[in-house]
């Protein structure tokens, strides 16, 4: 029941038609972030006060909620302080939690066993969801499953279109078709979708019964939040993953409960859990309960030591290698030089700085030169955003839908340019750096990198 429909509750109190027989009142509370978002109940409530002091018995729902927030609950809906409660813990016993903590430099390398994964077992691939924290972790992440996919994004003997992709994308602008083709893939089983990069809007109100991992691309930025998008994994009952991959500076904007859950040493799962459910615990087999405690189990089960594709070695920045490269004249390097300039004077118009627009937008002569030097290489967002001084995701962008209108080859480039017409629509560019690593506040133990 929508937050409207309640509302009208209390204005059709005072006609005619309406059943002043009314027994019992049922509060769906609908908290998918409400920790986070500071909402205040009565906003919500302002027409249905006269309920509360009825007598009429109150029932209130919701899905997760700590201590602290049901205690908000409670104060809000004028409930009764030794109201009865009951409290279920949100733990999924079939779920075996993960992190991997990453230098910011190899962080994408720790994604590749989900490529492999899809190149190995194709349309067999176990349903995977990566969740990215922002539009911009989307375009990165699709960008680079794109190009290390290549000619593997598509089943064999399947016209190579996106309607028969292995990767899909959902986010809150995506077309309502697109949302349809991922819900009746993993939902229905329609479709050849295997691996879905989303972002939260894929973590509520949904069900997909056999989603083997769950990954983060970086934890989110509130506790309830990991344990909703962790529950979209084997809701089915059968044995699933939660894996969060992070790098320090991500934490920055993360509230305490999810810092401390990371770089916890401890049982994860009482970690996550323990502030909803009091009782939670590790659970037995140790290797079945979390990483950490996977570490210290001696059960000597069979599968007690059996190693997991997210947790083998996966390389590191230096043994990085262009896995795609085009042939180019002198003529065609030329072209795209000349193309990025006029590229660069777009971004000069409408500049307005006492410095020069470079200074503005980054977009330098040397940068230019530098591009065009290394073309034969460009053809993913995540490279031209690792080995390149862009000041933006929209740049990025920019420079890749250049290369495409001039060699026709960029891996996912409609994807990308879909959700750059949601960049271009906020009023300022999202910076590709992050200020947090050149301050004090970054995290000292973010260049450990845990493979």
Not at 39 to 49: C, G, I, P, S, V
Not at 71 to 100: T, W, Y
Request: glycine fraction near 4%; include cysteine.
């Amino acid at each position: 029941m929508c937050w409207e429909k309640l509302k009208c509750i209390g204005k059709v109190r005072s006609c005619n038609t309406f059943n002043y027989a009314l027994h019992f009142a049922i509060f769906l509370l609908a908290f998918c972030s409400l920790s986070q978002k500071n909402y205040n109940l009565n906003n919500y409530f302002l027409n249905l006060n006269w309920l509360l002091f009825t007598g009429i018995p109150i029932l209130a729902l919701t899905g997760t909620a700590d201590s602290k927030m049901t205690k908000i609950i409670k104060q809000q809906l004028a409930l009764q302080k030794d109201c009865l409660s009951i409290v279920l813990s949100p733990e999924r016993f079939n779920i075996r939690h993960s992190i991997i903590n990453s230098t910011r430099q190899n962080y994408m390398n720790h994604f590749q066993w989900i490529v492999d994964m899809v190149i190995e077992k194709g349309l067999q691939t176990p349903k995977t969801i990566i969740f990215c924290n922002s539009l911009k972790d989307v375009a990165l992440m699709v960008s680079f499953m794109f190009e290390k996919l290549g000619c593997k994004l598509y089943p064999p003997e399947h016209p190579e279109l996106p309607v028969h992709r292995l990767v899909g994308i959902y986010h809150s602008h995506t077309l309502q078709k697109y949302k349809d083709r991922v819900v009746d893939a993993f939902k229905h089983n329609i479709g050849n979708l295997r691996v879905i990069v989303a972002t939260s809007a894929l973590s509520m109100g949904v069900n997909f019964p056999d989603v083997v991992y769950v990954v983060h691309a970086g934890p989110p930025r509130a506790l309830v939040d990991h344990i909703q998008e962790a529950g979209r994994a084997g809701r089915n009952g059968n044995k699933a993953h939660d894996i969060t991959i992070y790098h320090g500076q991500q934490l920055a904007q993360c509230e305490m409960r999810v810092k401390e859950f990371v770089k916890s040493n401890e049982c994860l799962r009482v970690k996550m859990y323990g502030e909803f459910y009091s009782a939670t615990k590790p659970l037995e087999p140790l290797h079945d309960c979390c990483s950490n405690c996977a570490s210290n189990c001696s059960c000597e089960l069979p599968n007690c030591h059996d190693e997991l594709p997210f947790s083998k070695p996966c390389g590191h920045i230096s043994d990085k290698q262009h896995s795609m490269k085009r042939v180019i004249s002198a003529e065609s390097r030329q072209v795209f030089r000349e193309a990025l300039v006029d590229l660069k004077g777009q971004f000069d118009k409408g500049q307005l700085s006492v410095f020069d627009s470079v200074s503005t937008h980054g977009f330098s002569e040397s940068l230019i030169d530098s591009l065009a030097l290394n073309c034969e290489y460009l053809f993913t967002l995540t490279g031209l955003m690792d080995d390149f001084p862009l000041y933006s995701v929209t740049h990025g962008i920019a420079i890749l839908e250049v290369l495409d209108e001039l060699f026709e080859d960029i891996p996912g480039v409609e994807e990308l340019l879909e959700i750059l017409k949601y960049f271009e629509e906020s009023t300022f560019d999202i910076p590709s750096f992050d200020l947090f690593s050149f301050t004090d506040q970054s995290d000292p133990e973010s260049d450990v990198d845990s493979s």
